[in-house]
């Protein structure tokens, strides 16, 4: 007896079948998505465009060759009021990379000092450490700014009633004073045995961890460094003849004369953003240390390392691996910060470029300037920090 086996009816595709497709619709609204945007920048630039005919402003970036007509506070590089528009943007980008740079320093200093110090037996070190990371990390860093520059720097003593410190450096509320080095002919020697006596030291700590690697002992990296960075350019400093000078600064009756100068608008925005910046970053390393096992302290302690040196041999450099991705993002806002010196004068991209777009009326070239300068500053420390995360990374055998 044969049983009839009858295929069930294939279900018809409906209409509304493309529409319920989430492939075709995912399309179709990026489709739209694509649209609007491009409408909206075509109505922006036509705008913009239109506005830019009825003010009687001309686009580009030709202005940037123009007399500039005004001084720079602060400068690294020479400038005067005869300088042109781009030469003031890049003194102002100089300035920015300096605070940025030395902040990123101070504050990396500070905050891995602090991020210890919140794990200290000492009970009055890790209060001291929580009361100034609950402080600095719960106040706007403009108002950090302005404390430094109003609250701080501004009560200090007159010029001619300087404070006078080691090495002939004098603080005053007009900024810091320290001798200016005076290169005479063959400094450049004296220069380059610096730069070299730098160089050799990363090998020598490279060789340094090979051999320790390799045979477990420690070579003596620490003075073998200041050897070579004080030894070498003394060396030839003393066989050039002795090259280089220092311009003293000399306190006088109403002013200091001589040597160098930085002001209280650096001063402020430096400290401030240094302190600002090193609360984050202890808590990043408080963390880090955190996330370490404790059977690797107890190990080292069973070996006989010191305290002191199995923080510093074997949790720290673990610790980095964790602490080194947020730690960029707080060198990514220190360096964003850094356009809030105008509040206090100084001389940044963002306050040079303000006072060129007052002077010009190139808005979208000025902004634009600023955009593109902080991206790259940006990208530029994100592609070196992933570098060195990579560096520091684990690397399994």
Known sequence: MAIGVTNAPEKSKSSGSIINDPQVRGIFYQAVTIIILAVFIYWIVDNTIENLRRANIASGYGFVRSRAGFDVGQSLI?????????????VGFVNTLLVAIIGIITATIIGFVVGIGRL????????LSLAY??????????????????????VLPQAREALALPLNVFVSNRGVAFPRPVLGEGAEYTILAFLIA???????ARYANQRQ??????????????????????ITFLATGAPITFDLPIAGKFNLTGGSVVGPEFMSLYLALSFYTAAFIAEIVR???RGISKGQTEAAHALGIRPRLTTRLVVVPQAMRIIIPPLTSQYLNLTKNSSLAIAVGYADLVAVGGTILNQTGQAIEVVSIWLIVYLTLSLATSLFMNWYNARMALVER
Do not use: C, M
């Open 78 to 90: 020479a400038f005067t009021s005869d300088s042109t528009y781009g030469r003031a943007l890049v």
């Open 120 to 127: 200290s037996h000492n009970w009055i070190i890790a209060k």
């Open 133 to 154: 990371v609950e402080v600095f990390r719960n106040i706007p860093p403009l108002l950090v700014i302005f404390f430094w520059y109003s609250g701080v720097l501004a």
């Open 198 to 204: 730098v160089a050799a030291s990363f090998l020598v």
């Open 213 to 234: 690697a390799a045979t477990g002992q420690r070579f003596p990296v620490l003075w073998t460094v200041l050897g070579l960075v004080i030894g070498l350019p003394l």
């Open 287 to 289: 963390a880090g240390i």
